[in-house]
């Protein structure tokens, strides 16, 4: 396992980003330590959200369109803890998505927008060891991304419509899956840990009321970095990597 696995370097061809996730905190959750780590080292990192988390999971009374309002708020926060400041909510329904030609349609969009270098997504297949991890709307998303990234951004004849936004086609080179079953490329979040629970912090309807987030986060990464040999007191976050120039 140790010899499969390839540790995160600064990538001077990866100069644009773009992170696509099923849900207002996704991104922080399983990737805020990388994100953190990308904008450190002078990637431009832009964040596409397919629900607004609408039917997320706190207790409240709100409205759908109320909590879709908080939730937005708060992953806005939470992206400028890491440095980001270009999000964009594609608003479907939480809970409700499936990989439709107009969600694949959306994302190709944003992806001719942002023309990323790299585009880190949910795994679409289904993770039997983290059931939490493979929320249905997590695989969708996941799986509507790839398609989206291939064939539909690079494709002239797909979506034409994009052409008539004056959206050129666009080519991402590479792939990061978040939550797979199989990672092959970890990163050693350490020096960005504080940063990606800061982040965390920020979704106050979600995880307000967790005293034991960070030991509960901190557990998860360092589980992460021992599995792939980081050594002792690392943390880390991992990822699938698929190459797709």
């Known amino acids: ?26 991104v922080d ?22 629900t607004s988390g609408d039917a997320g999971g706190d207790s409240s009374r709100s409205t759908p369109e109320e909590r879709a309002v908080t939730r937005e708020a708060e992953q806005r926060a939470a992206a400028q803890e890491l ?7 594609l608003r479907f ?5 499936e990989v439709t030609l107009e969600l694949r349609k959306a994302i190709a969009r944003v992806i001719r927008q942002t023309r990323p270098d790299l585009v880190i997504c949910q795994s679409p297949e289904r993770n039997y060891e983290r059931i939490f991890a493979s929320h249905p709307d ?15 951004a690079r494709n002239p004849h797909a979506f034409p419509e994009l052409l008539a936004e004056g959206l050129e086609p666009h080519a991402v080179t590479t792939v990061w899956l978040a939550s797979s079953v199989d990672p092959t490329l970890t ?59």
């Not at 396992?1 to 996704?26: C, E, F, G, T, W």
């Not at 330590?33 to 002078?42: E, I, K």
């Not at 997590?138 to 539909?152: I, K, N, Q, S």
């Not at 979600?206 to 943390?235: H, I, S």
């Open 138 to 152: 997590h695989l969708a998303a996941g799986e509507a991304t790839l398609r989206a990234v291939y064939p539909d």
């Open 29 to 50: 959750f399983g990737s805020g330590g990388t994100v953190a780590r990308l904008t450190r080292d002078g990637v431009d990192v832009s964040y596409c959200l397919v």
């Open 187 to 245: 990163v050693d979040i350490t020096k960005t840990f504080a940063r990606k629970i800061a982040a965390l912090r920020r979704h106050v309807s979600q995880v307000g009321d967790r005293d034991d987030l960070e030991v509960m986060v901190r557990q998860w990464a360092r589980t992460t970095a021992k599995r792939f040999g980081l050594g002792k007191k690392r943390l880390a976050e991992s990822f699938k990597v698929i190459t797709t120039a």
């Open 1 to 26: 396992m140790k010899s499969s696995i390839v540790r995160y370097k600064k990538n001077p061809r990866i100069k644009r980003a773009l992170v696509v996730m099923a849900h207002p905190d996704d």
């Open 93 to 97: 329904g939480d809970g409700r998505v």
């Open 83 to 89: 440095g980001v400041s270009d999000l964009t909510f």
